[in-house]
């Protein structure tokens, strides 16, 4: 089913890209990060032409829960840790900033898109001591925080962790305007980055400067993006007659659920797990869209699910957003990627730093977002983790690949697919790509379509 957000929103079609040209800065990605950094390009003065394979909000966009939030789970502590208490505050300081620039596009441009500044809540139902030392360290940073033992949801909890005057909104209707404001060109589907060269299936796009806002880059070196990141998916239903909340919510325990409210609906979301890697138990609450609807049924009985979706999001081996220099060998290439479930302020966050590298202008808020920041502990860990699914996906390659219509091997780096049967969907635990029952691609970082079957191999 598609999301909540796409029934109502209609975005103007764009023309594909007319041929061979040139331009100060192509982005290759129509969603809020690359419609937003045209946009603020263009205020500085400078054309960036955006380069969209489908349609403009057709990816990940469409498919967010729409919180503006630095509100980034159980995050700060972590941060103040690992990188020090003066990039921690550029992190919460980025993100605090970017609610505030929605809030001023949305009034100056007059867009309905049902902006609202609300409370966004962490919870837990077993203990205090984390959700404490979360507001603490949020504080200490400059945010508007506090520990709470009271709040909306309809079960008891142990405490909850507030963040004062954090924002939601309609992602696509806000996503429809300010597209107005940028050139775009749709049904443009970026083949091959050739230093400054973009090569299309309509056309080329020399560029100074190229910037990577794909959800995913699709180029393996330099970079080595491949290494670095993982896709994982969640799940989302929206419930009719289950009341609203004030407040937005995530659950930080083992297997806790996000709330908020849309209207007169409730978007229920949770069941994470790696693209590609399915939950063992495949009834009741391990089943995807099972966990949400069933748990939906205890909290609110007699509601009824209106919508459901899924969305896939890029989480990096430290947990912070890769934005800026896509390499130090390619200085004129940029990058916005590895969000993880926070794509709303990290789009904005994007727009604004890598506006401020292409222009020339000091972004003190660059250093804990860069690509080529320190190597921590902890993404050595994770970088050991998910390397152990490559080499796993690859391993699988040699064995045979049994009977069906496609060649179950991925055409991004030749992981072996797994048969996803609830979305009919093939998916690569390596990377995170997707694709349909007959092969067709659905999400990066593959570039085509998986191989058929050859009819003498059935």
């Not at 159980?74 to 809030?103: D, K, P, V, W």
């Not at 809540?121 to 949020?138: C, D, I, K, N």
């Not at 080595?224 to 609203?244: C, D, I, K, N, P």
């Not at 921590?376 to 049994?402: D, I, M, R």
Request: proline fraction near 5%; charged fraction near 25%.
């Amino acid at each position: 089913m598609e999301s909540v957000w796409v029934k109502g929103s209609e975005i103007r079609k764009r023309d594909p890209l007319p041929g061979d040209m040139e331009a100060p800065v192509v982005v290759i990605g129509a969603g809020i990060a690359g419609i937003l950094t045209a946009y603020y390009l263009k205020k500085e003065g400078v054309r960036a032409v955006v380069l969209e394979a489908d349609r403009i909000g057709s990816g990940q966009t469409k498919n967010t829960t729409a919180k503006i939030t630095s509100q980034h789970n159980l995050i700060y502590c972590r941060l103040i840790r690992t990188f020090g208490s003066r990039m921690a505050a550029h992190y919460a300081e980025a993100n605090e900033a970017a609610i505030g620039q929605y809030e001023r596009l949305i009034r100056e441009k007059g867009i309905d898109c049902g902006f609202v500044r609300c409370p966004a809540y962490l919870y837990s139902r077993t203990g205090t001591a984390l959700l404490e030392q979360e507001a603490a360290a949020a504080e200490s940073l400059g945010i508007r925080a506090s520990f709470e033992t009271d709040c909306e949801l309809p079960f008891p909890v142990a405490g909850v962790t507030m963040f004062a005057r954090q924002a939601r909104f309609h992602p696509l209707k806000f996503l429809a305007e300010m597209a107005e404001e940028v050139e775009v060109y749709e049904q443009s589907k970026v083949l091959k980055v050739d230093d400054r060269k973009v090569e299309t299936d309509r056309g080329t796009v020399t560029a100074k400067h190229v910037v990577f806002a794909s959800h995913y880059p699709f180029i393996n070196v330099p970079g080595y993006y491949f290494a670095r990141m993982h896709q994982e998916r969640s799940y989302v239903t929206a419930l009719e007659g289950a009341g609203s909340l004030e407040g937005m919510y995530l659950g930080t325990d083992p297997g806790g659920l996000s709330f908020r409210s849309c209207g007169d609906l409730l978007l229920l979301g949770g069941g994470s797990h790696r693209t590609g890697v399915n939950p063992a138990d495949r009834t009741g609450e391990g089943c995807k869209y099972g966990m949400p609807r069933n748990r939906s049924q205890e909290m609110y009985p007699g509601c009824r699910e209106v919508y459901r979706w899924s969305a896939q999001d890029c989480l990096t081996l430290d947990g912070v957003p890769y934005i800026g220099r896509f390499s130090g060998r390619k200085p004129y290439w940029y990058v916005a990627t590895g969000f993880g479930k926070w794509g709303m302020t990290s789009s904005m966050v994007s727009a604004h730093i890598l506006t401020a590298l292409i222009t020339g202008r000091e972004c003190q808020e660059a250093d804990i977002f860069s690509p080529n920041r320190h190597f921590t502990a902890q993404a050595a860990k994770e970088l050991l983790v998910h390397g152990a699914y490559t080499v796993k996906g690859l391993s699988k390659h040699l064995l045979p690949s049994g009977k069906g219509r496609i060649i179950p091997n991925c055409p991004h780096m030749g992981c072996r697919l797994e048969w996803n049967p609830e979305e009919e969907s093939y998916d690569c635990p390596c990377h995170g790509s997707r694709f349909d029952k007959e092969g067709r691609l659905i999400d990066g970082p593959a570039q085509t379509d998986c191989k058929k079957r050859k009819e003498n191999e059935n």
